[in-house]
Nanobody, 115 residues
Framework: QVQLVESGGGLVQTGGSLRLSCAAS????????MQWFRQAPGKGREFVAG????????VYANSVKGRFTISTDNAKNTVYLQMNSLKPEDTAVYYC????????WGQGTQVTVSS
């Protein structure tokens, strides 16, 4: 069973940056697509960014395109989400997901962007 642990959330002002990390308990990137989701208060969980198995292709939600970047470090079994030009509407709990024949979720990390 793959365990995912997110970190890097916090409080930042509008226009600031954060880098989220998602550490996997084992090698996952050759087997699972890795994704970031977020859930704002009172809203459903939404897709933010994803990277395909092997890391060949990335995809982003329109709301974050050009501001967020997903990447992986195979040596560290870690997927990152670099978030720049943050806006108050980016405030949410951010979750990491490993998508394969089985789906695994992390516990989430809170990101709060103050106006």
């Amino acid at each position: 069973q793959v365990q995912l642990v997110e970190s890097g959330g916090g409080l930042v002002q509008t226009g600031g940056s954060l880098r989220l990390s998602c550490a996997a308990s084992e090698r996952t990137f050759s087997t699972y697509a890795m994704q970031w989701f977020r859930q704002a208060p009172g809203k459903g969980r939404e897709f933010v960014a994803g990277i395909t198995v092997g890391g060949g292709t990335t995809v982003y939600a329109n709301s974050v395109k050009g501001r967020f970047t997903i990447s992986t470090d195979n040596a560290k079994n870690t997927v990152y989400l670099q978030m720049n030009s943050l806006k108050p509407e980016d405030t949410a709990v951010y979750y990491c997901r490993a998508l394969g024949t089985t789906i695994y979720w992390g516990q989430g990390t809170q990101v709060t962007v103050s106006s």
